[in-house]
């Protein structure tokens, strides 16, 4: 596996490939790698003839009280884990190289789609998102780009400044991975204690709760919601940031759960952030 560091570096590798007639596939990330990360890389190795990861915590997405210097960084194992699977080359630039003195470009997505959900809790976080997917996706030149439903809303920015920027790439988005309590895997569960990451468990559980009740004929929005909240409030160590379900992909306001919608949660559980999600079928498929 190779490991390139400079913008150069991956812009001469994605270029040899290219020229051997090869299709790229990029696997975003910021690294402290999981099974969540390793089914995206998995599911580049069975689209595309070569696989680039990148791993870089990047800072412009993360606002001044959030986790950006604590967010756990271990390249070597990331490299162990990537070489497994295996992937052809990694890129891990510094964020000076990313962002080199004068860099002064950034892309925004505008409207319903980002001022909700984790738009709403976490300002100019999909501005720093949609600015470094941009970055990596020219620099890789990726024919197609993986990101994980856990981060659905993201999925659905992506999409919409890849479609209205003229941008080249198909983006696929993988089904989210769970450990076996359920927990949805994330890099940010290495910072829950044994108890905290038991109580956990509530975020999985009640969107599962939903689900069935959605299965069994409940379509009603605050009905389903309701049923989420009440299953979190009554875990001590949760706290809700928010729970909300919209239409799919869309992100927009409904009612009635009649097409595909996304009912999304963000708690915390102690000082720990977590998001998860579940997509409910309607007539409309999701891909
Ligand atoms: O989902 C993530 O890990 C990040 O938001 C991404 C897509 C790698 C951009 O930094």
Excluded: W
Excluded at 28 to 47: D, F, I, S, V, W
Excluded at 89 to 95: D, G, I
């Amino acid at each position: 596996m190779k490991i390139l560091r400079t913008r150069k570096e991956l812009r001469e590798f994605s270029r040899e490939q290219k020229e051997a007639g090869k299709t790229i596939g990029l696997v975003p990330t910021m690294g402290a790698l999981h099974e969540g990360h390793l089914a995206l890389m998995r599911a580049a190795c069975e689209k595309c003839d070569v696989v680039i990861a990148s791993v870089f915590v990047n800072p412009v997405q993360f606002g001044p009280n959030e986790d950006y210097d604590k967010y756990p960084r271990r390249f070597a194992e990331d490299c162990r884990l990537l070489e497994g699977i295996p992937v052809d080359a990694v890129f891990h630039p510094t964020p000076e190289e990313m962002y080199p003195e004068g860099y002064c470009t950034y892309v925004q997505v505008d409207g319903s789609i980002t001022n909700k959900l984790c738009g709403a809790q976490r300002p100019g976080h999909f501005r720093g998102v949609a600015t470094v997917v941009t970055k990596l996706i020219n620099l890789a030149r990726a024919d197609e780009a993986f990101f994980g439903q856990k981060d659905a809303q993201q999925v659905v920015v992506i999409r919409r400044f890849v479609e209205d920027l003229d941008i080249n790439v198909h983006i696929r988005m993988v089904p989210i991975v769970r450990e076996e309590s359920g927990l949805a895997r994330s890099s940010r569960n290495m910072y829950l204690s044994a108890e905290e990451k038991k109580a956990a468990c509530v975020l999985s559980g009640s969107l599962r709760e939903a689900k069935e009740a959605f299965e069994k004929g409940e379509t009603d929005v605050d009905i389903l919601k309701r049923l989420v909240s009440e299953r979190i409030e009554a875990e001590p160590l949760a706290s809700i940031d928010y729970v909300e379900l919209f239409s799919f992909p869309a992100l927009q306001p409904i009612r009635k759960v009649s097409e595909t919608a996304l009912l999304a949660i963000a708690v915390k559980i102690g000082k720990t952030r977590l998001i998860d999600n579940v997509i409910l079928e309607g007539s409309q498929k999701a891909s």
